[in-house]
């Protein structure tokens, strides 16, 4: 069963509007949550993360919002650029035990700035 | 600072035959967890070490395999490859145990023929 979901496989938007990634998760154990931005022939980038502790964070352009109570979190970008054209993953964090964490991640949505 | 290298870049296997991928963490990183990217299916958690130690172990068959090194080197082999190996695979490199943060290699790129 999938944990984290990213029901989107795609999105396209026009550049300096917004773009909104969602991604839904089951496990009300997860603590953490990561966005990473992927480029072909590249590996995954940080991008921005977020404490269970919190509902928002913010840092540029790139916004994070996490409403626990839906299991929801999404990754804001304003303004979108053609740059930031990727595939976007996000990931949460469970405690597996023992002091042992481990990321879970969704299968992505590819975005797509058209300028 | 040098990121998370991983070699090959790019490997060749034929059916039946085994492969060993390397990983090297970023300086001072202790932890090192294995990916499984193909497409469609995101990324894949294989099994995540720490000081030597696999701690964590996704829902991969007992053909995928790894270990870490003293110097928190790792390396993953997988025997027996089989046509549905053929993916991305991805090193990531965390501080410690806690996994705040895991920073990538830029994959080793695996084709089974």
């Known amino acids: 069963d999938q944990q984290v979901k990213q029901n989107s496989p795609s999105l396209s938007v026009q550049e300096g509007r917004i773009s909104i990634l969602n991604c839904d998760y089951t496990n009300s154990m997860f603590d953490y949550f990561l966005w990473y931005k992927k480029y072909p022939a590249e590996g995954p980038t940080f991008l921005i993360s977020?404490?269970?502790?919190?509902d928002k964070n913010e840092d540029g352009r790139f916004t994070v919002f996490l409403n626990k109570s839906a299991k929801h979190l999404s990754l804001h970008i304003v303004p979108s650029q053609p740059g930031d054209s990727a595939v976007y993953f996000c990931a949460a964090r469970g405690d597996s035990g023992a002091g042992s964490y481990q990321l879970t991640f969704g299968k992505g949505t590819k975005l797509s700035v058209i300028p | 600072k040098a990121g998370v290298t991983q070699t090959p870049r790019y490997l060749i296997k034929t059916r039946g035959q085994q492969v060993t991928l390397s990983c090297s963490p970023i300086?001072?990183?202790?932890?090192v967890s294995w990916y499984q990217q193909t497409p469609g299916q995101g990324l894949q958690f294989l099994f995540e070490?720490?000081?030597?130690?696999?701690?964590n172990k996704g829902n991969f068959p007992g053909r995928f395999s790894g270990r870490q090194f003293s110097n928190s080197r790792s390396e993953m082999n997988v025997s027996t490859l089989e046509l549905g190996d053929s993916a991305l695979y991805l090193c990531a490199s965390s501080l410690d145990a806690r996994q705040n943060t895991i920073y990538f290699g830029e994959g080793s790129w695996l084709t089974v023929v």
């Open positions: 977020i404490s269970s502790i919190k």
């Open positions: 300086s001072g990183h202790r932890s």
């Open positions: 070490y720490f000081s030597e130690t696999q701690r």
